[in-house]
T-cell receptor
Framework: QKEVEQDPGPLSVPEGAIVSLNCTYSNSAFQYFMWYRQYSRKGPELLMYTYSSGNKEDGRFTAQVDKSSKYISLFIRDSQPSDSATYLCAMSARGGSNYKLTFGKGTLLTVNP | EPEVTQTPSHQVTQMGQEVILRCVPISNHLYFYWYRQILGQKVEFLVSFYNNEISEKSEIFDDQFSVERPDGSNFTLKIRSTKLEDSAMYFC???????????????FGNGTRLTVT
């Protein structure tokens, strides 16, 4: 079983839709969970960062972590064409400062005007 | 907002040549990293660096790779004898010292696209 699994899509939605992106993982040591957005030929840009289980909201973005199910989600409300990008989940067994992130393969999202 | 900068944006080299990829991390960060992304594949951890030494490295980071912080601002990745399979995007990242909050995750640069011919 792969350490982090993410449906690569592609996912195409109309503008204004609610988008749900998900990852599952197998390593129960993961404690820190991140979502990055990556535009073509750019570096990953941090969107959300959560520790352990629970929800975190930031504007139109909500991140959820369910450690019992080893499942994390990112919800995007009122999606915009500018949200079109690849979304990467990433996780680490340790946080603070010394990270070793394990990434999912990324989900390619297109939001159509 | 401070950012991680990488140069060059694209490097083409011949197999067997040495390349040095350069990064300027965010100025108050103390942990530095290199990750790579082969086209169509996951972003993979290569190495982390702290206090002028390697903290951890992956199995990818073999003797052909080395990292250095030659001065107070630059962080470099050297590949001694490039192979075709080294062709990838190489991302530098940095993170802050341990803080009172958890909000000190990795910040990535825009990468150097390395093409080995």
């Amino acid at each position: 079983q792969k350490e982090v699994e993410q449906d690569p899509g592609p996912l195409s939605v109309p503008e204004g839709a609610i988008v749900s992106l998900n990852c599952t993982y197998s390593n129960s040591a993961f404690q820190y969970f991140m979502w990055y957005r990556q535009y073509s030929r750019k570096g990953p840009e941090l969107l959300m960062y959560t520790y352990s289980s629970g929800n975190k909201e930031d504007g139109r973005f909500t991140a959820q972590v369910d450690k019992s199910s080893k499942y994390i989600s990112l919800f995007i409300r009122d999606s915009q064409p500018s949200d079109s990008a690849t979304y990467l989940c990433a996780m680490s067994a340790r946080g603070g400062s010394n990270y070793k992130l394990t990434f999912g393969k990324g989900t390619l999202l297109t939001v159509n005007p | 907002e401070p950012e991680v900068t990488q140069t060059p944006s694209h490097q083409v080299t011949q197999m067997g040549q040495e390349v040095i990829l350069r990064c300027v991390p965010i100025s108050n960060h103390l942990y530095f990293y290199w990750y790579r992304q082969i086209l169509g594949q996951k972003v993979e951890f290569l190495v982390s660096f702290y206090n002028n030494e390697i903290s951890e490295k992956s199995e990818i980071f073999d003797d052909q790779f080395s990292v250095e912080r030659p001065d107070g601002s630059n962080f470099t990745l050297k590949i001694r004898s490039t192979k075709l399979e080294d062709s990838a995007m190489y991302f530098c990242a940095s993170s802050a010292p341990r803080a009172s909050s958890y909000n000190s995750p990795l910040h990535f640069g825009n990468g150097t696209r390395l093409t080995v011919t």
